[in-house]
């Protein structure tokens, strides 16, 4: 069971700036959950540099009351991540436990920016959000499927799933990697051959990858209903081969390089 803290917002009153709120916000939880203790709480934005370390030890606060059993962070960038890891070891002798990033098989930025190299190298477990890509890796809005409702630049484009380097403005402005259907259909054919080889659909194969690329990556798919539960759940019932992961990997990024991206 796992909770998060975040930081005030200057649209939602209904959260605090304070380092404070780091307990309080926890304690609410705990209440609502009707348990003791949650197995992970995590931090949901990297604060200022200048207010980190108080924040985390406000974290590390949690776990020696009992309150968390384990504290993670979401949306830290590999500098962050390796402070973090170093200054709740030696000051509170607390081991990090998780980064929450965006990674999926079409945004692999946490494979370049050093982030998942990090992350095995202080055993910190990667969680990844939108492994999906909101719908897109289910192969439902490829060549010859559903028209997506949303074609618009800002689709796709969380703060998680800016690539190393990306201008702000020019994601604003580009349209997303996702959109680019005809362009992204081989990537979608090799994903269906391996669906079919290993009797799985083309979502679970974008999990599958997700979960092979290191013991430590965990995704964090979506469910909207029970029928979607059980085929995220069956990605784990089988395991690619090591072939069918570099023709992925080396197929997205063939595609990567061919739209200059």
């Excluded at 005030?8 to 916000?25: E, I, L, Q, R, W």
């Excluded at 504290?71 to 709740?88: A, E, K, M, P």
């Excluded at 969380?158 to 259907?181: I, Q, V």
């Amino acid at each position: 069971m796992a909770t998060k803290f975040t930081q005030a917002k200057p649209y939602d009153p209904n959260t605090n700036f304070s380092v404070k709120a780091v307990g309080t916000v926890l304690d609410r939880s705990l209440q609502r959950l009707q348990v003791d203790a949650v197995d992970l709480y995590q931090i949901h934005y990297p604060p200022a540099r200048r207010r980190l370390d108080t924040y985390l030890d406000a974290m590390a606060a949690t776990v020696k009351s009992g309150k968390a059993k384990a504290i993670g962070v979401s949306n830290f960038s590999t500098d962050y991540l390796r402070h973090s890891y170093t200054y709740l070891q030696s000051v509170h002798g607390v081991t990090l436990a998780s980064n929450q990033v965006g990674f999926n098989l079409l945004h692999r930025h946490p494979e370049r920016n050093g982030m998942l190299a990090a992350c095995r190298e202080l055993g910190v477990t990667s969680l990844p959000i939108l492994p999906l890509a909101e719908g897109v890796l289910t192969g439902k809005f490829r060549v010859g499927g559903q028209e997506h409702g949303g074609q618009g630049p800002t689709l796709f484009r969380g703060a998680s799933l800016f690539e190393p380097g990306e201008s702000f403005f020019k994601a604003m402005r580009s349209k997303p990697y996702e959109m680019h259907r005809e362009e992204l259909e081989p990537l979608f054919e090799v994903m269906d051959q391996i669906a079919r080889a290993h009797d799985g659909t083309i979502a679970q194969v974008a999990l599958n990858w997700l979960i092979n690329t290191d013991p430590l990556v965990i995704p964090i798919p979506g469910a909207k209903s029970p029928s979607q539960v059980k085929s995220n759940a069956a990605a784990l019932s089988w395991t690619m081969t090591a072939e069918e992961f570099s023709r992925l990997a080396e197929t997205e990024a063939a595609i990567r390089r061919s739209l200059r991206l």
